[in-house]
């Protein structure tokens, strides 16, 4: 067991005790003083978050136009950071009356990531992701204003059994996901990213404030997963607790990206 590993929260499960990657599920840090705001649920129109995964801005504006109002939330990631044009584009969509996650999952030394999270905070993004351990979340919370929102990454979609153990977590991927999200939600995070396979019991053991946003979507009628490996279709991610979820190809690579927008967007209305 690592020395600078201190069990919090040891009912979640025996074998993170013996976890050689502990300082990332836990660490000494204190409990800070502020929380997450009170939780408001979300209008049905902005539950789907459309992840604008192409590879540049004027592609994106294009397909921003072409599905109009049948998204709301877009989820802006790193290929468009990179390509130039990314503050631009947010201001854009903010023009139109959309709300933007910046999904950029911040993972560096604490003082940078609150310095960065800060930079944010008058861009008008509603989400932001970040990564890492204990101090990592709560630099991120601390700077993140009153509107922005800070949400941890949790295990990504992309990863499964065989991939902890690739990393060095010999802990299965649910008790992870609940060791992960119970910190952040310590740390001040507003909420956590979680695959819809393990947001039921996510639900269960933690505080229901916690926002809960869902990759790895699948519609019922378009399977193909690629590198997500841990997936839930919509009806079952709304099911077991999820306030939004992202959904990405399955509308973006459709022959009509309004049309599987709205599919979903109708799913969605007829649980809420």
Not at 87 to 114: M, N, Q, S, Y
Not at 194 to 212: F, I
Request: with cysteine.
């Amino acid at each position: 067991m690592c020395a600078a590993f201190v069990p919090v929260y040891p009912a979640v499960c025996d074998k993170l005790l013996e976890c050689p990657a502990a300082s990332f599920c836990y660490t000494n840090a204190p409990k800070p003083e502020f929380r997450v705001l009170d939780y408001k649920a979300p209008a049905a129109n902005e539950r789907l978050i459309f992840a604008m995964d192409v590879p540049e801005c004027d592609r994106a504006r294009g397909l921003a136009e072409e599905l109009g109002d049948s998204v709301t939330f877009y989820k802006l990631g790193l290929e468009l950071m990179m390509s130039g044009g990314y503050f631009e584009l947010i201001e854009w969509l903010l023009a139109r009356g959309k709300k933007v996650f910046a999904d950029l999952k911040f993972f560096d030394i604490p003082a940078t990531v609150g310095s960065a999270v800060r930079q944010l905070t008058d861009r008008g993004v509603s989400f932001v992701t970040v990564h890492g351990n204990q101090s990592i979340m709560q630099a991120a919370a601390e700077n993140k204003g009153r509107d922005l929102k800070v949400l941890a990454v949790t295990v990504l979609t992309s990863l499964d059994r065989g991939d902890l153990d690739d990393l060095g977590f010999q802990c299965d991927v649910e008790s992870l996901v609940l060791s992960r999200a119970r910190r952040a939600f310590e740390a001040g995070c507003d909420g956590v990213i979680s695959s819809g396979l393990e947001v039921a019991r996510l639900r269960e053991h933690v505080d229901r404030r916690l926002v809960v946003v869902t990759p790895g979507i699948r519609p019922v009628e378009n399977r193909p997963t690629g590198d997500q490996k841990r997936v839930v279709t919509v009806t079952e991610a709304f099911a077991n607790g999820a306030d939004y979820i992202v959904v990405g190809r399955p509308i973006r690579d459709a022959a009509a990206p309004k049309e599987a927008a709205e599919s979903i967007q109708n799913s969605i209305k007829s649980l809420f």
